[in-house]
Every structure is written in structure tokens, then in C-alpha cells.
């Protein structure tokens, strides 16, 4: 959708920009399902890229510290206890500018990778930057979608990020649809970014051939030392209406409410839930910021009446030998 048209959306007066919405929404997901999804993050912190957002940065002092590659029984135990509890997707992120086929660490992912798939849930990975190769190994290991997030507009992005570019962003993002995986891409919204920056980073996503499967819509959550420590909130009716715009930007798009939702009392989540929202992060934990408790995000489903995704169980992960003495639950 051309950026012209974006902005007669978000000119629209609210309810009328709902109202389109809604029946854009309704007309492509009518059964009002929202599909729940963990992020469980498998390797935290000592990061070498500067996004100015992120407390796994290694060049902020943060107070988040560098760990490695969790071990895969621990990942399989997270990984099963959230199809559990309802997740249809297990999403794993790791704090590594990228990854390169061969190497000792990307070998553990796939073998990760390969286990998890078999439990009966998507699979989505956020590894940084991914070529061609390292691209098809992924689809081949399992891997339904790959999450790599456009942040911001292209004017804006140098703002946030130097490490790397914007079209090493878009070059990514072609290499994982080259190999046949799905995209999971949105943004974050409070990065000091204006309007018109929010419109082109959906203008960009939506012209996406083909579109992303899923959109995440992030609220900054600013964390500690970082050098967007102190941010205002963003607006509660400025996170709705993007998240109308996105839906009608993206008619057959998961759209997904992520990070921020510690923030939102229940009627901002309903109202995002109105506009198109169909899909949340769900546990315990996003990647280093907190998320609501299982129990209330389930209470608030319930009381608006919203169904959620049933898990597939009819695969299940081999056992997982582990290297080091481990809790008698973590191999089970």
C-alpha cells in the first residue's frame, strides 16, 4: 500500500478508521482465533551491534550480562511447557548480529531446531542476519518463519541503528523467502520516530512480494542504560490506529501485539484486539522484558470472548541427552 493512501488512513477520524478495520478483519479472519506464541530467548546478551533499543547490546551497560547458547534440554523443557499451556508458535531469539553456516554454533541451532519442530508447533528464529545458504539450512532444519524486524522507516533507522543498514535488513528478509520460509516482520513504535516514519515502515512491509506472514506492532519498553533509557510511553490511540492501518495494510497478516503490553491496561488491549490485533506474545518472559502472566492474558481472551489456535501434539521430540547434571524435569 502506497504511502499516500497510509496517510488518508491515519488522517481518518478514530472510529471511522476502526470501523475499516474491523471489516477488513472480519473478512479475512472471521473465526476471531488468536494464535499465542512464546519467545524464549536462547542465547542473551554480549551483543556487537549498537541498536539503540536493546539492553543485549554489549556497548551499553545495561546490567544485562552475556551468556551463551542455552543448552537444548533446557530449551526442549521451555519449548514443551509452552505448547502446554496453549502456544502454537515457539519463537527462539538470539543476540548475535548473525549466523554463518559450518560454524560450531550454527550447527547447535539446527540441531535445536530439528527437535523443537517435531512437538507440533511453528517454528520461528530471530538469528540477525542470514545468507542465502544459512537460509535453506533453516527451512530444512524446521524453521516455519524467520523473524528479522524492519524497526523503524528507512529515513529513521540511522537513528537507531549504525552497525548495519536498512537494505542489509531487506537483503535478509529476501534470502529467507528465497528458501521458502514465512517472514515475521513489524516494528517498534516509540523510537522518536514521527508519523509519517510509522506509515513508510508499513508502506516498505506491505509491498513485500510475497507480504509477511506475520506483523509484529512493539511499544517501546526503554531498558536501562540504554540511550533510549526515559522514553515517553506511546500514545495508547496512536498504538491503536497502527495497528488498524496494519491490518487493512495487511489483510491476511497475523497481526501480532508484542512488546509493551506490561503498559496496556485490559481496555487497551481490547481496543487493539477491535482493530485487527490477532496474535500476542505469551509466557513469562520477551526476551528481556517482562510479559503478562499466562493466567491474565488467558482471563482477558476469555472475557472478550476470543478463542485461541489449538496446539498440534501429534509429534513429539526425542529424548535429549544433556552434558552437564541437569534438573530430573529438564530431559523428561
Known sequence: MQFAELKKL???????????????????????????????????????????????SSRYNSGVEAERLMEKCDIMERARAARDTGSTRFCMGAAWRGVRGGTQRFEQVIEIIEDVSKLGMEVCVTLGELGPEEAKRLKEAGVTAYNHNLDTSPEHYPNIVTTHTYDDRLRTIRNVQDAGMSVCCGGILGLGETNDDRLKMIEVISEFNPQPESVPINSLMPMPGTPLEGT?????????????????????????????????????????????????????????????????????????????????????????????????????
Not at 477520524?13 to 474491523?22: D, V
Not at 515517553?232 to 491490518?247: E, G, H, Q, S
Not at 497478516?253 to 482493530?275: I, N, P
Open 232 to 332: 515517553d510511553p506511546v500514545d495508547v490511540f496512536d498504538l491503536v490506529r497502527m495497528i488498524a492501518i496494519a491490518r487493512i495494510a495487511l489483510p491476511k497478516a497475523k497481526v501480532r501485539l508484542s512488546a509493551g503490553r506490561t503498559r496496556m491496561s485490559d481496555e487497551t488491549q481490547a481496543l487493539c484486539f477491535f482493530a485487527g490485533a490477532n496474535s500476542i506474545f505469551y509466557g513469562d518472559k520477551l526476551l528481556t522484558a517482562s510479559n503478562p502472566a499466562v493466567e491474565k492474558d488467558r482471563a482477558l481472551l476469555e472475557r472478550l470472548g476470543l478463542s485461541t489456535l489449538a496446539p498440534n501434539r501429534h509429534m513429539e521430540a526425542p529424548e535429549t541427552q544433556c552434558d552437564r547434571p541437569l534438573s530430573p524435569a529438564c530431559c523428561e
Open 10 to 56: 491515519h488522517e481518518l477520524p478514530f472510529f471511522e478508521l476502526l470501523k475499516q478495520a474491523r471489516e477488513v478483519h472480519e473478512q479475512n479472519w472471521p473465526k476471531a482465533d488468536v494464535q499465542l506464541c512464546t519467545l524464549l530467548s536462547i542465547k542473551t546478551g554480549g551483543c556487537s551491534e549498537d541498536c539503540s533499543y536493546c539492553a543485549q
